[in-house]
């Protein structure tokens, strides 16, 4: 499954809606650790089928990022049907992505 660029206009129907896992990525083009981590986001959007993967660039989408109380990046939020589960704040490799999925 692609990743889906996630906006305020579409938050709530792609995330928030959904049921089922959606790992949301909130990143910044400037921000080194996110470059590092977005291959592995796109990975697990490539190759693990039941989980949707939502990227939200805070510098476009500053209001989104404050809602969810994200002050450093990058986050990443599992929601599970509409709430959030968990959590990681920095970069961490797949392995632990993937725990966060609990995969």
Known sequence: MAEVILTAENFDNEVLNYEGKVLVDFWA???GPCQMLGPIVKDIADTVTDVKVGKVDCDAQSALAMKYGVSSI???VVFENGKEVNRS???IPKDRVLALLGK
């Open 89 to 91: 704040v920095g970069f």
């Open 74 to 76: 990058p986050t990443l």
């Open 29 to 31: 083009v400037w921000c």
